[in-house]
């Protein structure tokens, strides 16, 4: 479940809790988590609130009045954000560096636009769909009848990660021989997002012998010549992928 509040002692090592939080509570564990964060963990600096979370608890949605939870915040007005507690996939919330916030209240080309307030927003049982209310006339082309509307966000069809910055590079962690033409050894393929967006459905295609590839996220097809789809890789963040040769 997710809830807001004011409360400062509801976690440790928080630095500026005198505001209205979002937190994520594990009923079985009994553990309380702040995730009106950034995606980099930093606390939102201004209020938070109407939060709502997906069945999984993976993903929670919430407005807030920060501008610090994404890069590029500067319309002085209150967005949508949601959280993704487990980037990595590995079944973990809310490890450090494998979180991200981003923007919803975007246009459907991904652009962040804004001339009114966002507000109310609610998640889909699956975390896939955000519908959400606002004044903002600029969402959809069209909207010229003065008052808020009723807007659906679909994560389906990501927004263009035109603020990604991708780079690969391969590396021989261990030694590696050729013997009688045939290449023996293992690879580290490491991919980063040097940019201030997330980079969605990051894939990686690979050539060469049969391997074994083991990714740190996603998932990868073995067979020759190999490729991996990574998923979602958070604003400056690394991630690894292992490549033996057999
Ligand atoms: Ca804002
Ligand atoms: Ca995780
Ligand atoms: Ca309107």
């Given at each position: 479940m997710v809830f807001e509040s004011f409360a400062t002692n509801l976690i440790s090592g928080g630095t500026a809790l005198d505001r209205q939080h979002i937190y994520a509570y594990d009923i079985q564990g009994g553990q309380a988590t702040l995730v009106s964060i950034a995606s980099d963990g930093s606390e939102g600096?201004?209020?938070?609130?109407?939060?709502?979370?997906?069945?999984?608890?993976?993903?929670?949605?919430?407005?807030?009045?920060?501008?610090?939870?994404?890069?590029?915040?500067?319309?002085?007005?209150?967005?949508?954000?949601?959280?993704d507690r487990d980037v990595d996939q590995d079944g973990n919330f809310d490890e450090v560096g494998q979180v991200s916030t981003m923007r919803v209240n975007v246009a459907s080309d991904g652009t962040p636009t804004s001339n009114g307030q966002s507000h109310r927003p609610a998640l889909s049982y699956d975390g896939q769909t955000i519908v959400f209310e606002s004044a903002d006339s600029t969402l959809v082309s069209g909207d010229t009848n003065g008052v808020a509307d009723v807007f659906v966000h679909d994560r389906q069809s990501p927004p263009p990660?035109?603020?990604?910055?991708?780079?690969?590079?391969?590396?021989?962690?261990?030694?590696?021989?050729?013997?009688?033409?045939?290449?023996?050894?293992?690879?580290?393929?490491?991919?980063?997002?040097?940019?201030?967006d997330t980079a969605h459905n990051v894939t990686?295609?690979?050539?060469?012998?049969?391997?074994?590839?083991t990714p740190t996220q996603g998932t990868c097809d073995p067979t020759p010549p190999g490729s991996c789809n990574l998923g979602t890789l958070a604003a400056q963040r690394p991630l690894l992928a292992s490549r033996s040769v057999v």
């Open positions: 600096n201004d209020w938070s609130q109407e939060s709502d979370v997906s069945s999984d608890g993976r993903y929670v949605v919430f407005s807030s009045n920060a501008d610090n939870l994404v890069m590029t915040d500067t319309n002085y007005s209150i967005d949508i954000f949601l959280h990660t035109s603020g990604a910055d991708l780079s690969v590079t391969v590396c021989c962690d261990r030694a590696f021989a050729y013997t009688e033409g045939t290449m023996n050894g293992a690879f580290l393929i490491s991919v980063t997002n040097q940019g201030p990686v295609n690979l050539s060469g012998p049969t391997t074994v590839l």
